[in-house]
Antibody, heavy 117, light 107 residues
Framework: EVQLVDSGGNLVQPGGSLRLSCAAS????????MSWVRQAPGKGLEWVSV???????YYADSVKGRFIISRDNSKNTVYLHMNSLRAEDTAVYYC???????????WGQGTLVTVSS | EIVLTQSPDFQSVTPKEKVTITCRAS??????LHWYQQKPDQSPKILIR???QSFSGVPSRFSGSGSGTDFTLTINGLEAEDAATYYC?????????FGQGTKLEIK
């Protein structure tokens, strides 16, 4: 059974850093495209970043230069390293399988990041 | 960036009714358009992939059509459990983008 478990969300001050984790089971992350998608409170979905099977990575303009997506094949886990956090980064962050020219077919349960002083 | 515009933003419907949600892309995206359902406090779930392919396990009352710039999600015979927000998503170009969502309320 395919499962994604998101963790790492927390309350952080503006300018701070946080690392989110997405632990996968039932498939191998290195053989798939893996993405992060976020949802601000009461708002719609926003794609954040993708890790291609090739190792290439891409980011939304809103997070480029501040966020880094990475992958640990030995742990079958994908990470989102978030730096220089801003109030507007406050959202539930979902890990999702997909992000090439495909849909997101499986999603984690989400983890809440709140950026506030 | 490709902008996806859904209509309507909100619809109040009765059970057994037929519902149609549209998604228009700001430029052609071929068939790289997908539909998701999100219920309150839950993660989104894929319903339709590549405009018209039903995802495994999705009830047959959900169907999709379209190509290029105009796409439609249809729910034939709405059920109470279909109360949710529906999003379209394009994977043709980076950045991936989503429509603003259509909230369905069941009367």
């Amino acid at each position: 059974e395919v499962q994604l478990v998101d963790s790492g969300g927390n309350l952080v001050q503006p300018g701070g850093s946080l690392r989110l984790s997405c632990a996968a089971s039932g498939f191998t992350v290195s053989s798939n495209y893996m993405s992060w998608v976020r949802q601000a409170p009461g708002k719609g979905l926003e794609w954040v970043s993708v890790f291609y099977r090739s190792g290439d990575t891409y980011y939304a303009d809103s997070v480029k230069g501040r966020f880094i997506i990475s992958r640990d094949n030995s742990k079958n886990t994908v990470y989102l390293h978030m730096n220089s956090l801003r109030a507007e980064d406050t959202a539930v962050y979902y890990c999702a399988r997909g992000g090439g020219n495909s849909d997101f077919d499986y999603w984690g349960q989400g983890t809440l990041v709140t950026v506030s002083s | 960036e490709i902008v996806l515009t859904q209509s309507p933003d909100f619809q109040s419907v009765t059970p057994k009714e037929k519902v149609t949600i549209t998604c228009r892309a700001s430029q052609s995206i071929g068939g790289n358009l997908h539909w998701y359902q999100q219920k309150p406090d839950q993660s989104p779930k894929i319903l339709i992939r590549y405009a018209s392919q039903s995802f495994s396990g999705v009830p047959s009352r959900f169907s999709g059509s379209g190509s290029g710039t105009d796409f439609t999600l249809t729910i034939n015979g709405l059920e109470a459990e279909d109360a949710a927000t529906y999003y379209c998503h394009q994977s043709n170009n980076l950045p991936h983008t989503f429509g603003q969502g259509t909230k369905l309320e069941i009367k």
